[in-house]
Each structure stands twice: as structure tokens, then as C-alpha cells.
């Protein structure tokens, strides 16, 4: 009983909503006892405000005043008034059957909700009661409400969602997926809308048991209506929804074949598994749409992307062998002659030519290759400084440093208030920083700060403040000098000649403020060679010995990754990732640090 007046009360003040009144009004004392739960004084004057208006608003409270007060008869009078003076109103037989329940008399209580429902004749009538019901958490009687309502209106508005709506309320999940899929089956037109109710069940904080529900019922009524292809739809977008790629792979291949598409949902489909790093699918759904044919629609666009995914599966996740990368310029030579060299396939020249340049050694070959895209017609300017900014990446690995510097200048100039620009600056900064002139450096860097592109940003005040910490304590700027050059000489594939420079600084100047950072540079450059075992010693080092310092954040988030991804020790990892979130609050690892440990700890994330 308690639990139902509370109901009531929470049914007063927020479904029928407060009396607006003046200080001193007597709608405004009402209110005020109602509220500290003075019910008897707060009963006189809802009691005249009724009298004198016998408005709705006033109803609410002064028949819940009279229930607090467990003056039952009174106010069954009140409710049956109520009902006679508004009998277009049917949801007035609800309060009616709520005086029933105080009253201990359930029979009664029953026949008023009953005829409640018997009385809808209108659409509004229907929504109305249902809310009446659902305020009190008479779930069965809003269902069978909405169920008329599905009658008076022949099935023209189902109340389908409003439905489901109370099926979640009441727990019963099973129901609330069959009236979305029923609803979806009698028309595609709500595909939008029930995807838009499922929504909540995914994400963070994914409703597992609801979503096995949900699959488990398409899958009954794909197999039992084949040519409802609306359901394999919904699937589809649930699997994706759950980075349940490969299922969706299948489902979206079978809907292709069955509707004789161009492969445009597999398309769709080939970029979200890219962007989750599941370049398998990704690769399966391209290969599967490039097979259709050269005449088809996506054909082109398939056989980049294709190769595009291949890239960053190979470079991107750096794990590869020598054969991996021959092939891999192979298919794109085979794309290219096929496609031809323009605007379009300027994208591929580009990642071909880094891909000589950065991995194959055929340097000369990249230059030619970037100096033929620039010079196409109707090239975008924005893909042009691109491909110069390329360029200028490999001129400056290749050793010729003042013409890399020119080609950054010429980006920087043309777009010097866009992202690429920024970028062009920021790599002429890094120019200076290389060749030991730090003070030009810092003041671009710096400028850089502002910059756009949060990434440029905060790429440009991290190697600012290494400069400032290598040189805050140490007027000697060689240590920082040999650094730099190393830094420039892993730029350039001379690994081994970077990490003897790096330990030369060690062995030189001891105990430099440069210490994490060299061990940092070393890390990078063991990862580089997929020898994490030595990368994660080195990443270990500076979270015990340096953890306090600007690195130590991102030595430990590198060490729980390496764990995680490489090392497969979960709970090592776990560990980890709860220390970035204690000991680095302010960190810019820290939500992604969150989410990773929750899914660790096997919080569902879907």
C-alpha cells in the first residue's frame, strides 16, 4: 500500500504536474502542506479549490489527500463525480479503482479498471488511460488498453512501440522484441524507429540477454520468411552494432545474392570493420564486391579500398615479412595499371610511394612516382599538398633535409590556416629540431599550440617541452643535440645507428634530464621490429624509475596494450590500465584506459 501511495503521489505532482501559484494564494498553501505531507490542512484547501473549479488539477491531490486521510467513501464520491462530470474522460475510472485498492476491496477495484478500458472509443482516449495505468504500475491493464486501441484504429496505428514500452516496464523483454518485430513485418517503413528503440540495448551498457533474445527471434522468422528481407536488414545492423562483423559478412552476402544488389551494404559494411581494425572482413567484403565484375558500380572504389585496408593491416599494425610487403606493391602497380594514374587513384600513388620509400628502399622510385601525382590534372589542391608533404617526408629520409624543409614551406604557405598547412609547420619545426637549432623550433612549436588539429597540437607541445625539460637544468645542448639526430636517424629506417646514438647520450652524460625519453625512443624503435619483449622492458623502466615524469603515462598505457594485444596476460593488463586511471587522472589516456579495463574485467561493452 505504501508503494502505491507513493505512486499516487509521485502521479500528482509529475504526470498531472504542479498548481503554478502566487505566494499567499491559496493554491500555494495547498501545495506547500501537500508537499510536507499535511494532508488535513492541505485537504481544506484543495477540498474548496475543487469545490470552486472542479478542475482536473485540483482533483489529483484532493482525492489523494482523502486517501492519505483513509477517507475511502469520501473519496470513491469524489472519483464517481469526477467520472459523471467528464465522461469522455474514461481514465477517471482508473482513480476510481485506485480508491478500490485502499479500500481493500479488489473486486471492485477490477470492475473500474475494466470499464475504464470498455469505455475508450477515441485514439486519445486510449493513450490516456494507458498513461493512467502505468502511473500506477498496472502493467496488464495498460497492455490490454493499447490491445482496444489496436482494434479501434484496424491495425491503421498498431501502438506497437507504446507497447514495447510497457513490456520493458514490466520486464517481459520476449514481448517487447515481438511487438518491434511484428511492427517491422507489417511495414519497412519502421525500420528507423525500431532501430532507434534497440539502441539503448548496445553501447556501454548492452543488454546482453535482451540482444540474445532479439537474434534468436530474427533468425525464427528469417528462416520462416525468407523474402522479408526487412529482418535480415535488422540483423544485419545488430551484428554491426555488437562488432559482430563476421556474422554480419554472412548475413550481408545472403541479402546481396537475394536481392541481386551492386554490394553496396557490403561496402557499408567493409568501412565500420576497417574502422574497428577488423581488416579481415573488411578485406572478404571488397574481395566480395570486386568479384562481381569491373561494370559494377563499386567496383573501382572496391579495388582501393581493398588495397587501402591492406595497407594499414600491413603498415599500420606493423606486422609483416619482406614477401608481404613485395605483394602488397604489387597488387598496387596491378590497381594502378588497371585504374589508370588520375584525381581519383591520386590516394594510391601516395601510400605506394611511402611504401617504397619507408619499407622497400626504392626511394627514387617513390620520388618519380609522387612528383607524377602531383602534376596530374583536376588534382584536388588538398590531395596535392599531400602528396607534397609525402614528398617532402621522403626527401628528408633520404638525407636531402633543405629541399624536404623548401616542400613543407611551399604546404605551409599555400593552406596556412587549414589542418594540412599546420601540419606542413609543424615539420619544418621538427626540420630545426633535427639539425640542433631549438630555439627556432620552440617558437614555431609553440604557435603550434593553438593549433586546429588537436593532434597537431598536442604532438607540437610534447616535443616542446622535451626541448624545455632537456635544456630547464643543463645549459649544454649536446646531449639534446645527439638525441635530436637520433630522433632524425629513426626518422629514416637507420635504426641501428639511432639506438647507438641513443646510448652514447647515456654513457656521455649520465643521469640527463633526457633519460625517459631515450628510453621511449628505444621502445619505439623495438616495436618498429616486433621485439615487444624488449620494447616492454623498456616501457617498464620508465613507469618505475621515471613515473612521475611527462612520459609516464605513456610508457604505462604502451606496457598494458603490449600485454593485452601482444602478450595476451589479461589481468597483467587489467592491472595496468586500473593504474593509468588512479595514478594519471588527467590523463589523455584515461577513457580509453576506462574502457579497456571494463571490457577486461568483462563488463559488457558491445
Not at 539503448?200 to 525464427?220: I, P, R, Y
Not at 600513388?349 to 607524377?372: G, N, P, V
Request: aromatic residues 10%.
Amino acid at each position: 500500500m505504501k508503494k502505491l501511495n507513493y505512486i499516487l503521489l509521485l502521479f500528482a505532482f509529475v504526470i498531472v504536474g504542479p498548481v503554478i501559484a502566487q505566494p499567499g494564494t491559496d493554491e500555494q498553501l495547498a501545495i506547500q502542506y501537500f508537499q510536507n505531507k499535511e494532508f488535513e490542512k492541505a485537504l481544506d484547501y484543495y477540498e474548496k479549490l475543487y469545490n470552486k473549479k472542479s478542475s482536473q488539477q485540483y482533483f489529483t491531490a484532493y482525492l489523494n489527500c482523502l486517501l492519505e486521510l483513509k477517507e475511502y467513501k469520501k473519496a470513491e464520491k469524489l472519483a464517481k463525480k469526477q467520472i459523471k462530470q467528464n465522461p469522455q474522460n474514461p481514465e477517471f475510472n482508473v482513480d476510481l479503482g485506485v480508491v478500490y485498492t485502499y479500500a481493500q476491496e479488489p473486486g471492485k477495484a477490477t470492475n473500474a479498471w475494466e470499464q475504464a478500458i470498455k469505455n475508450i472509443k477515441l485514439d486519445e482516449q486510449v493513450f490516456a488511460v494507458a498513461k493512467a495505468f502505468v502511473a500506477i504500475q498496472q502493467y496488464d491493464y495498460a497492455i490490454e488498453t493499447y490491445l482496444k486501441g489496436r482494434k479501434i484504429t484496424q491495425n491503421d496505428y498498431p501502438y506497437s512501440f507504446e507497447l514495447a514500452d510497457v513490456y520493458v516496464a514490466k520486464g517481459d523483454k520476449s514481448a517487447m522484441i515481438n511487438e518491434y518485430l511484428d511492427v517491422l513485418e507489417k511495414d519497412d517503413a519502421y525500420i528507423q524507429s525500431v532501430q532507434n528503440s534497440l539502441q539503448t540495448s548496445f553501447g556501454n551498457e548492452a543488454d546482453v540477454k535482451q540482444n540474445e533474445l532479439l537474434k534468436s527471434e530474427l533468425l525464427k522468422r528469417i528462416a520462416r520468411r525468407p523474402d522479408k528481407t526487412i529482418l535480415s536488414e535488422l540483423l544485419i545492423w545488430m551484428q554491426m552494432q555488437q562488432k559482430d562483423f563476421d556474422g554480419a559478412f554472412i548475413q550481408a552476402k545472403a541479402l546481396d545474392k537475394r536481392k541481386k544488389e551492386e554490394g553496396g551494404r557490403l561496402m557499408d559494411l567493409a568501412k565500420l570493420a576497417a574502422q574497428n581494425e577488423n581488416y579481415d572482413v573488411a578485406l572478404k567484403a571488397y574481395q566480395y564486391v570486386i568479384d562481381k565484375g569491373a561494370n559494377n558500380y563499386f567496383y573501382a572504389n572496391a579495388r582501393m579500398e581493398l588495397l587501402d585496408v591492406s595497407y594499414q593491416k600491413i603498415i599500420l599494425k606493423g606486422l609483416y615479412t619482406t614477401t608481404d610487403l613485395l605483394e602488397l606493391e604489387k597488387n598496387y602497380q596491378i590497381t594502378i595499371n588497371e585504374l589508370g594514374k588520375s584525381a581519383n587513384t591520386a590516394p594510391l600513388l601516395k601510400k605506394m610511394a611511402h611504401l617504397q620509400a619507408f619499407y622497400l628502399d626504392k626511394t627514387a622510385d617513390a620520388i618519380a612516382l609522387l612528383e607524377e601525382a602531383i602534376a596530374l590534372s583536376n588534382l584536388a589542391a588538398s590531395m596535392q599538398a599531400e602528396c607534397k608533404l609525402e614528398l617532402a617526408d621522403i626527401l628528408l629520409m633520404s638525407g636531402d633535409i633543405w629541399e624536404a624543409s623548401l616542400r613543407y614551406s611551399q604546404v605551409e604557405k599555400a593552406f596556412k590556416h587549414d589542418a594540412v598547412g599546420q601540419e606542413a609547420k609543424f615539420r619544418n619545426a621538427k626540420i630545426s629540431y633535427y639539425t640542433g637549432d631549438f630555439k627556432w623550433a620552440q617558437a614555431q612549436l609553440d604557435v603550434l599550440k593553438g593549433a586546429t588539429s588537436k593532434l597537431i597540437s598536442n604532438d607540437a607541445m610534447d616535443l616542446s617541452m622535451q626541448i624545455s625539460d632537456a635544456l630547464a637544468v643543463d645549459t649544454n645542448i649536446a646531449p639534446l643535440i645527439l638525441f635530436a639526430h637520433a630522433d632524425l636517424l629513426a626518422f629514416q629506417n637507420k635504426d641501428e645507428q639511432a639506438v647507438k646514438t641513443l646510448d652514447s647520450i647515456n654513457i656521455l652524460y649520465p643521469n640527463h634530464a633526457l633519460a625517459d625519453d631515450i628510453l621511449y625512443k628505444k621502445a619505439k624503435i623495438m616495436l618498429k621490429h616486433s621485439k615487444y619483449a624488449e620494447a616492454a622492458a623498456l616501457y617498464d623502466t620508465i613507469t618505475k624509475d621515471y613515473g612521475d615524469d611527462i612520459l609516464g603515462d605513456d610508457a604505462l598505457f604502451n606496457l598494458a596494450e603490449l600485454n593485452e594485444y601482444q602478450f595476451k596476460d589479461t589481468n597483467k593488463a587489467k592491472e595496468l590500465y586500473q593504474q593509468i586511471l588512479i595514478k594519471y587522472p588527467g590523463s589523455l589516456y584515461v577513457v580509453e584506459a576506462r574502457k579497456r579495463f571494463r571490457k577486461l574485467r568483462g563488463d559488457s561493452l558491445n
